[in-house]
Each structure stands twice: as structure tokens, then as C-alpha cells.
């Protein structure tokens, strides 16, 4: 944190007249804001709030109480002789009033000649455009694994036991990513029921990062336990992510090699695409976030933004994790024009995190056509691979077909080249459908299925790809000029 702090007293010794700290993380704030002024002497910490008004100052305490004009005339007035860092808690919701962002642009002229800062802090804000220019943002990134040991020292010190190394080592690591209050809060449980901390905490902090996201709007926890086993066909593609996740070892790191960062997967409905997010998943062993993209959107203009950053550090907390955003055209495809440019913003931040990121976050994206992608997504480099999840061949509808008949039915061995010659053009999830099917027709005469049920159900199944033909042919035209991977092994 060294560096942050270095970063806010430049800020302040800048006369910087107004700062908007970027995180929920209000008594963390607080806590480094002292340290600021101690750091920056004679300068003090102030802070106010709605009910309890002024705190910190001896001459002044409880003024503005609900009041929150009051606090902005009293640091306009105040002489330069006090220099003063005036933390204004919640007043992201006041800034709102006319009035009140009147006084805000005024002071922001007013508090470049003085040595007083106006501090702001809130995760979840979109500044009236008119107060943009007067404010300069801070990032305050989650606890770094120093602050967190510190941290955890501490609290173990002050239940009168200490941890061992390891043990210490161990909950730092597993902590990272969650809030100073949410370590807090986990040990606290801790405390309460063992009277210290120590290893079996590992799977409280585990669980409380899982409740955090599912605290989240846009974030969910799937749970799965799909194993590539579980698909048929798509070989190159199963391949390749063997290579990938020897990729996430140390050995792969002192080999050189970088940390794996995503794949993405396009291909018509029901090919596969979700099924493999969660093989990824589930074969890595590694929790399986997924995104919705729809909701990263909905509701007031600008949130998007704050949403997408929130769930960035929510997913970066639970590295190694995979993180999926799912149908990743339906959200990025947005026309600038009619969304005031939200998509685009939002787009380039996740472009901008995963050129940067150092996390061991892998994001499988998922896309039923190129049309509506940027063409900032597709470029090479983006991801680590771009797959087109084709229709089935002959073979793949073989092992589809196979497949699904032994998880429901495994003690029978079918002839099955009659129903594959007539599934042509019927992706997995159509194959799925028609083995359903087909057992719905012999379980009616109580008895076991036979290829004629499945030809019968494939008969009367109409794929998706004779209703979708046109989106599948350019589909194919566009990934035939080299720019993605066909998933299965082509056989010619
Ligand atoms: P969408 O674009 O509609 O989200 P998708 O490509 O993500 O579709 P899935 O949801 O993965 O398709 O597929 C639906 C179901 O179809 C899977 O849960 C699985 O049961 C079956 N399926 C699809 N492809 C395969 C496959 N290659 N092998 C085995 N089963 C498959």
C-alpha cells in the first residue's frame, strides 16, 4: 500500500480540492486518512456525517449535524492557518441537490488556494456529470496480502494467542480479495466459537468469499460437477485446455510461461459453449463465476461501470477461479448512439483488465455469432484462443448420442449409425433432446429403447440449423479465414 499512500499525500500536498475514493470500504478509509494526516502534519482528519455532523475537530464538533450544507460553509470559511482533510461520509448522496453541487464546484475553485481536502468515499456512485471535472478519483484496491497478515496478526495477538507461520501464511493468502471488515467479520465467527484463529478457518473465509459473491448482482457461484468425459466430441478443443491448465503451475511459471487468460467460445445455440465453461471449471478445480451480461447492463446509465469494476474485484478474489461470461455478444453489441457509450466504456475496462490482469482469473467468454462483437474482442491477443463450436460431425454426433444414452440408460449397447446418418445438422443439445425423447416413447410401452425410438424422435425435431441456416453460413465463412479454431478435429 506503500504506493497508494504515497499517491493521496502527493493528492493532498497538491492541494488536490476534492478526492472521491473509490471503495465501500468506509473505515479502512478513515484508518488510511489518519495516517495521511499524521504523515502530512500539521494537517488533522476531520470527518462528518449525516447524524453525528462534525467529528475530530475540538472547536467544532457536531456542527452540520443533518445539515450537510453547513459542513461545506464551514471548510469554505475555515483559515488556512487548520489545515484540514474533511472525510464527508455517504455525501455521494446529497450531491444530487442543486444546491448543494453549486456549492461543491464553487469550493473546488475556492480549495485550490487552500490547504484543505474534501474527501468523498463510495464504491457505487455515478457523479453528476457537472462535478466530474471537480473531482479526482482513488482507487483503494482491497487489502494486499501485507495489510492482511498485519491484520490477522493482530487480531490473533489480541485474543492472546498467536498464529503459527504457516497457519498465518496460509489465511493470508486466503484472504485476499475480501474486505478489511469481511476478515474481520470471518474472525470474529472465529473467535466467537474457538476463542482463536487458526487452520480451520481456511473454509469459513472460503465460504464468506462465495457470499460475497453471491452478494453480487451480476456475479453467480455455479456449482458443477461436469467433467470433460461429459462431452462429445469437440477434441481440439478439449486438447488444448489440457495444455492450458498445466499452464496455472508454478513449474509452467519458472519455465516462463504466462498465466493463462481466457478462451473464447462462438458457435450456434447448444453446441457446447456452457457445458465447457463448466468442464473448465470443474476439471481445474477451480470455482466457476458466471457473468451476466444482461444485468452488468441493466438499470440506471453509468452503474454499469462502478458494476463492472466491483465484479472485477469480486472475481479477482476468488482467484484461481473461471469467470464466464456468458453470451458476451448480447451486452457488448450495444449501439454507442443509443446507450450513451456505456458499453463501449465498460468494454474497454474489461479489455484494459484482462491485457493487464495478474491474476489467475480465467475468463471463458461465450458467443453465438461475431456480428454483434467488437472487433477489439477479436483481435489476436485478446484471448488466448478463439474456438468456433461447429455443428457435430458424424463422429462427434456418434459420441454425443453414446453418451447421453449411458448416463441415462447405462447398461445398454445400441446400434446407433442409422439415427446418426439422420441427425445431421442437430447440435448437442438437440441430440440430448432427441435421446429424451426417444426413452419418452419406449418408457410409454414400458420398455427399452431401441434405435427406431430415436430415429422417430429425431423425425420429428425440426434442428436449428435448418430454421438458422444463414447466421450458421457466415458464421463458418468468418471463422474459415483463420480467425478462430474449429473445436473438433477435422476429419477429411
Ligand atoms: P447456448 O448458446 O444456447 O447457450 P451452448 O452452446 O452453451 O448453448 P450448452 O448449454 O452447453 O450449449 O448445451 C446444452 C446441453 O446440450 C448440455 O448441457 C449438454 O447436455 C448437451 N450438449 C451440447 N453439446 C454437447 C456435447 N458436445 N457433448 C455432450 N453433450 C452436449
Not at 91 to 111: K, Q, T, W
Not at 323 to 338: P, Q, V
Not at 400 to 426: A, W
Request: proline share 5%; glycine share 6%.
Amino acid at each position: 500500500m506503500q504506493y497508494w499512500d504515497d499517491h493521496l499525500d502527493l493528492l493532498i500536498r497538491a492541494s488536490t480540492p476534492m478526492i472521491w475514493i473509490r471503495s465501500g470500504e468506509e473505515e479502512r478509509v478513515e484508518v488510511l486518512l489518519e495516517s495521511a494526516a499524521t504523515r502530512l502534519s500539521p494537517r488533522r482528519l476531520a470527518s462528518w456525517d449525516y447524524i453525528q455532523g462534525l467529528k475530530g475537530i475540538l472547536n467544532a464538533k457536531g456542527l452540520g449535524t443533518r445539515q450537510p450544507m453547513a459542513v461545506l460553509e464551514w471548510i469554505q470559511n475555515l483559515d488556512s492557518s487548520n489545515p484540514t482533510i474533511l472525510l464527508l461520509k455517504d455525501f455521494h448522496r446529497f450531491c444530487e441537490d442543486p444546491g448543494i453541487a453549486r456549492m461543491l464546484r464553487n469550493l473546488s475553485g475556492h480549495l485550490r488556494q487552500q490547504p484543505h481536502t474534501i474527501v468523498l468515499c463510495s464504491a457505487l456512485w455515478t457523479p453528476p456529470s457537472d462535478l466530474e471535472d471537480a473531482l479526482t478519483i482513488l482507487d483503494l484496491p482491497l487489502p494486499q496480502e501485507p495489510e492482511l497478515r498485519v491484520l490477522l496478526e493482530n487480531i490473533s495477538q489480541a485474543s492472546g494467542s498467536s498464529l503459527e507461520n504457516d497457519v498465518l501464511e496460509e489465511l493470508t493468502h486466503a484472504c485476499t480479495g475480501l474486505s478489511e471488515a469481511r476478515v474481520r467479520q470471518v474472525a470474529a465467527r472465529a473467535l466467537a466459537q474457538r476463542g482463536k484463529l487458526g487452520i480451520e478457518d481456511l473454509s469459513e473465509v472460503l465460504a464468506e468469499k462465495r457470499q460475497t459473491v453471491a452478494r453480487s448482482e451480476v456475479l453467480e457461484y455455479c456449482e458443477t460437477q461436469a467433467t470433460p468425459a461429459d462431452i462429445g466430441g469437440l477434441d481440439a478443443l478439449k486438447k488444448w485446455l489440457d495444455q492450458r491448465h498445466q499452464a496455472f503451475s508454478d513449474e509452467a511459471r519458472s519455465f516462463g510461461l504466462p498465466l493463462p487468460r481466457g478462451v473464447l467460445l462462438i458457435g450456434p445455440q447448444g453446441t457446447g459453449k456452457s457445458l465447457t465453461a463448466k468442464v473448465i471449471a470443474h476439471s481445474w478445480s477451480m470455482p466457476l463465476l458466471r457473468l451476466d451480461v444482461g444485468r452488468l447492463f441493466a438499470g440506471l446509465v453509468g452503474a454499469s461501470e462502478a458494476r463492472t469494476r466491483e465484479t472485477i474485484q469480486r472475481a479477482e478474489a476468488m482467484a484461481p477461479c473461471v469467470l464466464w461470461i456468458d453470451e458476451i455478444d448480447k451486452g457488448f453489441g450495444g449501439d454507442a448512439r443509443s446507450d450513451g457509450g456505456t458499453s463501449q466504456r465498460v468494454l474497454a475496462n474489461v479489455l484494459t483488465w484482462m491485457a493487464e490482469k495478474t491474476s489467475a482469473v480465467f475468463v471463458v467468454a461465450t458467443a453465438n455469432g461475431v456480428e454483434r462483437l467488437p472487433g477489439e474482442l477479436l483481435r489476436k491477443g485478446r484471448f488466448d484462443e478463439i474456438f468456433l463450436l461447429d455443428l457435430p460431425t458424424d463422429n462427434e454426433r456418434f459420441s454425443i448420442l453414446k453418451l447421453h444414452i449411458q448416463q441415462r440408460r447405462p447398461n445398454i449397447n445400441l446400434p446407433l449409425s442409422s439415427v446418426v446418418d439422420r441427425t445431421v445438422g442437430f447440435s448437442g443439445a438437440e441430440l440430448e433432446q432427441t435421446v429424451i425423447e426417444g426413452m419418452h416413447f419406449a418408457f410409454a410401452e414400458r420398455r427399452e429403447l431401441q434405435e427406431s425410438d430415436l430415429i422417430l424422435a429425431a423425425s420429428q425435431l425440426v434442428p436449428l440449423s435448418r430454421t438458422a441456416k444463414e447466421q450458421l453460413t457466415s458464421l463458418k465463412q468468418w471463422s474459415s479465414t483463420g480467425r478462430a479454431r474449429p473445436a473438433s478435429i477435422q476429419i477429411n
